[in-house]
């Protein structure tokens, strides 16, 4: 089996057609997981899958609700010798026009949540969503997910690539991860195991899926006040970053000293177009779907952005969206 944790690549390519039809063009089938209520089906679109709202079909998708269903799902695609690769929001996903091969698995379903006030610790499966956590939290007294309110992700993918704002991140409060591994077994994973840097983990590429998450967060305070912090940060996001078209929030990793968006923004590509992708006029790191964009125009897009800022800057700006599927045979 080869997972795939949907890994960043640098885009350098240009002169790209768009024209070519999407890969695995069949009928649709489904298969009926044994001894679960879980089925598999093929063709899925997973343009609704991501927030861009772009990208091909995938050959098989699943979207189980359980660990046990999850466990069935990874089986079957070790049976079939399909390659795996999971989503969760798809908050920070670009999908290849052309699609993905083999298994998708679908871990937003993964849901649960407990709040631990003798120990303040947080245990919550993977397909929780972080701003609806933050939220929890706030209205419960507890500090410490503040900073992760306009995070549009999942736990599990916030785990995977040790998603941040405001100063703070996930590896600031992990305690352990459960994870499933290849074999089919869970095994819990230590914040020294995860091997935390800016915005990445050693879980990215990985052969393993995040389950569920142990975060530390303080118990005891007063809701109010936390919710007022939980406000401002939402605000903030409001007011500096653009949420009126879709988009996967930052395109690319700040390389210090700079900002991503600043570089971009000083070389003159505030509101540039391809097709339907355009550089947002409110923060220059998001790519916005305009209307009717292809996932082939953005990756022409993020080649283009870090073509001229290389030219002005001689920095080659690093994706911090994940790119999945054939972006070079697709466009």
């Known amino acids: 089996m080869t997972t795939f944790q949907a890994a960043a690549h640098l885009c350098t390519v240009s002169g790209i057609n768009c024209n070519q039809p999407p890969a695995n063009s069949v009928e649709s089938k489904i298969i009926k997981l044994p001894g679960t209520d879980c089925a598999i089906k093929s063709q899925v679109s997973l343009a609704s899958y991501t927030s861009y709202r772009v990208g091909g079909p995938a050959q098989w998708c699943v979207a189980p609700r359980n660990i046990e269903t999850l466990q069935a799902s ?197 509101g540039y177009k391809i097709g339907g992708a355009q550089v947002a006029e409110r923060h220059a790191n998001f790519i916005l779907n305009a209307g009717g964009a292809r996932a082939c125009d953005i990756f022409n897009l993020i080649s283009h952005i870090q073509h001229h800022v290389q030219e002005h800057w001689s920095i080659l700006l690093e994706p911090e969206v994940k790119m999945i599927g054939e972006f070079q045979a697709a466009c």
């Open 74 to 270: 990874v089986e079957y695609g070790q049976e079939q010798e399909l390659p795996i690769t999971v989503l969760g929001a798809g908050s920070n996903l670009l999908v290849s026009d052309r699609g993905i091969p083999g298994l998708v698995i679908v871990t937003k379903h993964l849901r649960h949540s407990h709040f631990d006030p003798s120990s303040g610790r947080l245990t919550v499966a993977a397909g929780e969503s972080i701003p609806a956590l933050a939220w929890a939290a706030a209205e419960l007294g507890w500090s410490g997910l503040e900073w992760a309110v306009g995070i549009p992700g999942t736990v599990g993918g916030a785990v995977v690539m040790n998603a941040g704002a405001h100063n703070a991140c996930i590896a600031d409060m992990f305690v352990s991860a459960e994870v499933l591994l290849p074999n089919g077994t869970l095994q819990t994973l230590s914040l020294e195991e995860l091997g935390y840097t800016y915005r990445t983990s050693l879980l990215q590429g990985s052969n393993s899926i995040v389950t569920q998450a142990t975060l530390q967060l303080t118990p005891g305070g007063d809701p109010a006040e936390i919710l007022a912090v939980t406000k401002q940060h939402k605000q903030h996001r409001l007011s500096t970053q653009p949420y009126d078209k879709p988009s996967c929030g930052s395109v690319f990793r700040n390389p210090s000293p700079y900002k991503a968006g600043w570089l971009i923004e000083q070389s003159g590509l505030k």
